[in-house]
């Protein structure tokens, strides 16, 4: 390694403590990303998951609760973890917060989901912000981390959507109030999917409308199969109408 690049990591760490401290609470670490007590906190999702939706489980089960007859647009999802305390915290901060620094070892982490579900893919898309919201946020945190990806896993970036409908914040939403919301909202670029099998990117999954819309519209478009990867899901959600 240069003494440039070493440099380089050093000022990165100093500035962002991206190492010193627990990036979940801010204890002081000396190794690491999160400290112990923390660790206890942070759900890896394992093997008891759903196999569609990837969402931890009591147990291994093909669907579960939160996407049996919904969810259909993809193949199949992977998350890295489940999207509880004080992971949660973490997560806002770098989508809210521009904390954009934690796109790197969060990349790292999908990466080793990536390798280990076998998710191979033509090309690597992300799930896009309207225009609007992404100048005023000032980035897409599900374009930082697909960019990352990209990098780890040599699959070329796409841009394949674009959004084209500014719409409520989805977190506010029932499940169905979500489906309508996203009517209509995203444009995709036929040449870039057609006939390739997809990896489409977010930060959580949530209720799973925002891949499940964007993944029916990459097929309609020709995408032969959509895999989605987030960086955390939630691990139940509710049936609401």
């Known amino acids: 390694m240069s003494k440039f690049k070493n440099a380089y990591n050093l000022i990165k760490r100093s500035l962002f403590n991206t190492g010193w401290t627990c990036n979940a609470c801010g204890r002081e670490i000396f190794s690491g990303y999160f400290c112990d007590e923390c660790l206890k ?36 999802a992977r998350s890295v973890y489940e999207y509880t305390h004080p992971l949660s915290i973490v997560i806002q901060n770098f989508k809210y917060n521009n904390a954009r620094y934690h796109a790197e070892f969060f990349a790292r982490e999908m990466f080793e989901v990536y390798k280990a579900e076998k998710l191979s893919s033509d090309i690597v898309t992300f799930v896009p912000m309207h225009q609007n919201r992404e ?14 990806l990209s990098k780890l896993s040599g699959v070329k970036l796409e841009e394949c959507a674009t959004k084209i409908k500014e719409t409520e914040n989805q977190a506010n939403l029932s499940m169905s109030e979500r489906v309508k919301n996203l009517k209509g909202t995203f444009k995709v670029d036929g040449k870039l999917v057609k006939g390739k099998s997809v990896l489409l990117i977010d930060d959580v999954l949530t209720t799973g409308s925002t891949v499940d819309v964007l993944s029916t519209a990459f097929k309609k478009a020709g995408a032969v199969k959509v895999s989605v990867l987030t960086l955390a899901s939630v691990s139940k959600i509710v049936k609401q109408h």
């Open 41 to 76: 906190n942070i759900v890896k999702i394992g093997e008891n998951k759903c196999l569609h939706c990837g969402r931890q489980a009591p147990y291994k089960t093909e669907y579960c609760d939160s996407c049996i007859e919904k969810n259909i647009g993809f193949d199949v």
């Open 135 to 148: 100048q005023k946020r000032g980035y897409n945190q599900a374009r930082l981390l697909a960019e990352e």
